[in-house]
């Protein structure tokens, strides 16, 4: 029974959904705290190609590989991130635009290591590495009734699942305390949070540098949930994809980027049928959520009256 | 080979200014960044293929054409995706950036399925018209795209400063309700600016499309983010910054090609924008303090 | 707090439920979009086979796709025709990404009737989705995918498409007997993995074959004025210009080159070589040189029939992805044939025995590790048209 | 002495909003700072708290020279302000702008907000009763939940006085609060006011509101044009002829517009 509802191909469709999640919330991030950043392909593709060019060079185990990726992507997030307060709104929306389109160009030219846009082929898939590794240990995934390569895609998604939870869990819990207070009236109004005390410098790179890692740690994984990378994965068409999803969703909530990166990644998926309209159709829908509701699908009013109906309804109870 | 590097230069350079004085004019009226001018400067060119090669017009008629589509364009652009934006509660900056970006992917997708994906040919034979001077060639539109990039910047800074509604204009740039209570026809005014801009956009897409015979959907998004990195060298919301800026881009970019490596060609715009973000944020030329909105 | 995770996890199963419905929903549909879904009925005695196809069907190199399905489409027909095999098609776009066209490759790997898989169309996605298909066991060939290393993925990669090793050096070393170059500039798109493919090849190439490279000049993609760098390359006086790029691209550069007076012949990769180039370029075409195993004017019978039966089918004239893909599906009902049943595994071992088969690009053989072995031709433009270089 | 402003001069441009101002506030005191619209009072706020740095002069904060530090540092030191034009966080609940009121006054980081430490809790508990006494003291605990941009413009004043009062100072900044309240409203500040004073702190207060002033202050000081016209007691600012005739000019000037 298992065996016969897990398919691959769902299981992949699942995992770039949960990829896309990490994605949507590392720009949901540095926009909490009023930074707009477009520099996520960028941060993305520092992470895959560290993990990458790591795991396969020095024969590193994935999980540091996946590590050095997240964290190289979140040290560029402070090196950047300093010197970018000064930039606000559109300037630093543009600035980060043009870092992520100078990464790219990078990764084209530095031949020598990335190999330019041939891309990297070998990477060590994920799913696979675990299933080698457990077979040392004498596993084998019929034991659990499974085929190798369904065994594969479920621990990916699982390894994913078990990220992007922890990953809403950190920010959810981030958000209602302490530094989270200070990013939401940071955003709202930086000068008022500035004379209330709060050190404003080290919030927005807070802010700015988990927006980093986390797109670093989801392009880490993309790198070995693909097996292969090039640099036309982190282009500006990516950065626009990521932004989307986040407003979509609705960019003043986490639900929204999750809801966002979900439900944008499936519709392709699932409408094939007008693939060939799709963009124009992303192009159409973005224009009218824009002028009927710039905030996104999901907003704190909408929540709060989610919250509100299952109350009254408790009260019931 | 350094003169005519030089001429390379100032030809790209002057279609980057063009670009550039679109972007520069909405956003010092409307503080806008509009992610779809370089989408609008494609279709012009496209307006230009279809006007010359498959209908045969004459290239004055293009142009004409090319200005009333793009116009066109730029209306229903503020009509429909910017004036709802305006003045609503809990709108942030974020809005028109985002819808302007639909915009952009609309019609670049749109021209995708009209015209196809490919390149289209330019052939008009006024392209084709040089002058040999000493060793070098210059074409004919090479000179008139020059010249062109000068008129509009000479005629956009004499408009403003001289004409009622160049004043209006910069009223409304200046501060949006003040303005309005001066009795400034803002909602034209603001309308007007984003026709003109985007007519300026279609003159850029004929010119481009003349000046180097090759016009596709895909053009216009590597324009429009030089265009965005100029605005943003020469000061937002400055005319004879984005002249300056564009023309700073195109020859850094055409000797980077001729003295260093082509490949970091379509970075240098943004290793510039980003050095002179840190640097001096209001731009080379601007004096305003650059302030988020 | 905890209501929002809690929230957030209920989504997530709800969407994971969806996902599983919706997409039982697609496979059902992918029968209609296989164009032979009444044939599957088969009669007794012919032996019939699923093949899935993994094509860019939309964005910006749609057409590629659309030529490489309509060559399918047709030897399909063909093929049914004959009636030895019955082969049906299940066709799947991957948008020219790698990511989607992993996700579609695994959406036929995973349908166990699916015995072999075509495409995708680029290299950069191809290279994605091999590794996967030969770990799964199922064959794969590529018909469009030039880039070195192909068939090197595994025993069940395939392709017959030219690389653009054979092509190219096949080209230059015409051109250059015929013109006595000893000069030569190169110029190539260094941001697309075919043209940065194709400018490897011609560089060592050059280097083998003693000759001098007086200047090495790259472009992006998107980028409509290549002055700068033919400047340069006039200004090294080459007498021969080799140039890695797309037609699209490719037919520009040509033009402005010829405007700025560089009247040397250009040497052009498998991307270069299309009638498109002559369209976009007109006059100055001419003088493009190129290694292909596809010529569309040839007087051949068998090329001939092709292009009128296409014609007829799809109102234009093919081109050679659509003539590759078309040699594909006949070299895989070829190995279908041999191997007797439909199992992947005995198919592969079929497929790469494959020796001799004479198609419409001509003799076919593949080689130890499942790479094209073919004579290739080289095309010149000359007064508007494709010519065979003599 | 808790606040000493010495010789402190504002350059814009070439324009001068404050010339060589000095006066000095007590602790304890509720000190007055009035003048005619663009007298520069605001700026005076702005330089305090280091929105601007002055052009030239020093500020003494309880025996330190805080001229240099960053805004958020001297809040940390005690100063704390109110804005003319109201600057709360609109889509806050009225609770959570108390709460971020006392960030300096509260160390959670990252870490411990993430797993809930126990430090990190008994903080955040410390930090909600607090806010909702301050809350009761300025009479909106019962709109602790509603978001700061739906409460009433005098509601939203007094907001700004308790989120400012949550970070502890010892000296509160207050921007024009009585503007826009009616009479009733004006009356219920001063009150809280001079509660606020009866807490130890000392206020620092530009107002238009004269009578209000007089009522309230202590000691005044009056600008005009960035220069320091008078200082002393309610009493001998309303007997001054120059501040008089500073209010008078201006009110003639007015006539003729």
Known sequence: MLADIINPYFLQILSFILINILL????????????????????????????????????????????????????????????????????????????????????????????????????????????????????????????????????????????????????????????????????????????????????????????????????????????????????????????????????????????????????????????????????????????????????????????????SKGGVR | MLLEQLVNGITLGSIYAIVALGFTLVFGVLGIINMAHGEIFMVGAFVGVMTTSVLGWPLWLAFIASIVVTGILGYLLERITLRPLRGKKGVSHLAPLISTIGVSILLENLSHHIFGAGNQPFRSSFA???????????????????????????????????????????????????????????????????????AMGGIAGILVGMAFNSVSPQMGLSMGLKGLAIIILGGMGNVKGAMAGGLILGLSETFLVAFGDSGYRDAIAFIMIIFILLLRPQGIFGSKIAEGR | MKVLVRKTIGIMTVLMLFILAACSGTSTETGTESESGDNTEQASGTLSAKIGVVSYLTGAGAAYGEAITQGLKLAQEEINEQGEVNIELVIEDSAGEADQALSAAQKLMNDDEILAIIGPTLSTEFLAVAPEADLNGIPIIGTSTTVDGIPEIGDYVFRNAIPESLAIPAAMEKAVERTNAKKVALIYGNDDAVTKGGFEVMERTAKEMGLEIVATETFQKGQSDYNAQLTKIKNGNPDLVLASALYNEGAVIMD??????????????????????????????????????????????????????????????????????????????????????????????????????????????????????????????????????E | MVLKIQNVSKNFGGINALKDVTFSINEGEIYGLIGPNGAGKTTMFNLITNIFEPTS?????????????????????????????????PQMSALKNVMV????????????????????????????????????????????????????????????????????????????????????????????????????????????????????????????FGEKLAEGTPEEIQSNEAVIEAYLGKEEEEEIA
């Open chain 3, 256 to 389: 402005q080159a010829r405007k700025m007076g560089i009247d040397v012949p250009f040497v052009g990769g498998n991307g270069f070589n299309s009638p498109q180039a002559i369209e976009i370029a007109g006059e100055a075409a001419n003088g493009l040189i190129v290694g292909t195993p596809w010529f569309g004017e040839s007087d051949d019978p068998k090329v001939v029939e092709f292009n009128e039966k296409y014609e007829a089918k799809f109102g234009k004239l093919p081109d050679q992805f659509a003539a590759q893909a078309y040699d594909a599906l006949y070299i895989y009902a070829d190995a279908l044939k041999r191997a007797g049943e439909a199992d992947r595994d005995v198919f592969r071992d079929a497929l790469a025995e494959t020796k001799d088969l004479e198609g419409l690009l001509g003799n076919f053989s593949f080689d130890e590790i499942g790479d094209v072995v073919m004579d290739v031709t080289v095309l010149e433009i000359k007064d508007g048209k494709f010519v065979e270089f």
């Open chain 2, 128 to 198: 084709e018209i040089s002058i040999e001077i000493g060793s070098i060639t210059i074409y004919l539109v090479q000179i008139v795209i020059f010249a062109i990039s000068i008129l509009l910047m000479i005629g956009l800074t004499i408009w403003l400063s001289k004409t009622k509604a160049g004043k209006a204009l910069r009223a409304t740039a200046e501060n949006l309700e003040t303005a309005s209570i001066l009795g400034v026809d803002t909602k034209k005014i603001i309308t007007l600016t984003v026709i003109i801009a985007s």
């Open chain 4, 57 to 89: 002069g020093e500020i003494i904060f309880n025996g330190e020279n805080i001229t240099a530090l960053k805004s958020y540092k001297i809040t940390e030191k005690g100063i704390c302000r109110t804005y003319q034009n109201i600057r709360l966080f």
């Open chain 4, 101 to 224: 009121g006392g960030h300096c006054r509260s160390n959670a980081g990252v870490f411990s907000s993430v797993f809930r430490t126990k430090s990190q809790r008994k903080e955040e508990q410390e930090l909600t009763k607090k806010a909702e006494e301050l809350l009761e003291l300025v009479g909106l605990l019962e709109f602790k939940d509603t978001f700061a941009e739906n409460l009433a413009y005098g509601q939203q004043r007094r907001l700004e006085i308790a989120r400012a009062l949550a970070s502890n100072p010892s000296l509160l900044l207050l921007d024009e609060p009585a503007a826009g309240m009616n009479e009733k409203e004006t009356d219920s500040l001063y009150d809280l006011i001079k509660m606020v004073q009866s807490m130890g702190i000392t206020v620092l207060i530009i107002e238009h509101d004269m009578p209000l002033v007089m009522k309230l202050c202590d000691r005044i000081t009056v600008l005009n």
């Open chain 1, 24 to 311: 949507a919330i590392s720009v949901y991030v540095p926009l909490s705290s009023g930074q707009l950043s477009l520099g996520s392909a960028g941060f993305m593709g520092v992470g895959a190609y560290t993990s990458a060019l790591l795991t396969i060079h020095f024969d590193i185990p994935l999980i540091i590989g996946i590590l050095a990726g997240a964290c190289v992507a979140g040290i560029l997030g402070i090196i950047v991130g300093i010197p970018s307060l000064r930039l606000s709104g559109v300037y630093l929306a543009i600035a980060t635009l043009g870092l992520g389109e100078v990464i790219r160009v990078i990764f084209v030219n530095w031949e020598s290591l990335t190999k330019g846009s041939i891309g990297l082929t070998g990477i060590p898939q994920m799913g696979r590495e675990i299933l080698n590794f457990a077979k040392g240990f004498g596993f084998d995934p019929a034991m659990i009734g499974l085929k190798s390569n369904q065994f594969v895609y479920l621990v990916i998604v699982l390894i994913l699942l078990l990220l992007v939870i922890a990953t809403i869990w950190f920010v959810v819990r981030q958000q209602n305390s302490r530094v989270g207070r200070s990013l939401s009236s940071i955003q709202m109004d930086e000068k008022a949070a500035e004379s209330m005390g709060i050190n404003i410098t080290y919030y927005k790179v807070l802010s700015f540098t988990q927006g980093a890692f986390l797109a670093g740690l989801a392009g880490a994984l993309f790198a070995h949930v693909m097996g292969y990378i090039s640099p036309s994965d982190f282009s500006y068409h990516r950065a626009v994809e990521i932004l989307i999803f986040t407003v979509f969703g609705g960019s003043e909530v986490i639900l929204g980027a999750v809801f966002g990166a979900t439900f944008l990644t499936l519709v392709p998926e699932v409408l094939r049928f007008i693939s060939d309209y799709r963009y124009i159709i992303y192009g159409i829908v973005l224009i009218i959520l824009m002028a009927v509701r710039p905030q996104g699908i999901f907003d704190i009013h909408l929540l709060n009256r989610l919250k509100g109906l299952k109350r």
